[in-house]
């Protein structure tokens, strides 16, 4: 069984940071792409920022030059550093892993979710 396991949510005061974890584990051949989305009620889930296994980056205009995304790939581990954070990057942030599995197949994962929360 794989899992993708967040952490790091929380709230914080505009212009705050935050840095958000999504830790695979299960019985994996190897990660391809990983993914941060976020969502608010009634929306749909967005696409924040992407890392490829060789470490090309690429993010939405919204969080370009204030988010970061990046890879430990000995651990499994995607992280999202949020710097500069503003009350409309409140949503639930999800991460999302497109994985290599035994025999050769490959499938898609997503975390659980972690909230985070903007105010003051």
């Known amino acids: 069984q794989v899992q993708l396991v967040e952490s790091g949510g929380g709230l914080v005061q505009p212009g705050g940071s935050l840095r958000l974890s999504c830790a695979v584990s299960?019985?994996?051949?190897?990660?391809?792409?990983m993914d941060w989305y976020r969502q608010t009620t009634g929306k749909q889930r967005e696409l924040v920022a992407s890392?490829?296994?060789?470490?090309?980056?690429s993010y939405a205009d919204s969080v370009k030059g204030r988010f970061t995304i990046s890879r430990d790939n000995a651990k499994n581990t995607v992280y999202l550093q949020m710097n500069s954070l503003k009350p409309e990057d409140t949503a639930v942030y999800y991460c999302?892993?497109?994985?290599?599995?035994?025999?050769?197949?490959?499938?898609?994962?997503w975390g659980q979710g972690t909230q985070v929360t903007v105010s003051s």
């Open positions: 999302r892993a497109d994985v290599g599995l035994p025999y050769g197949r490959r499938a898609v994962y």
């Open positions: 890392i490829t296994s060789s470490g090309s980056t």
């Open positions: 299960g019985r994996i051949s190897s990660i391809n792409d």
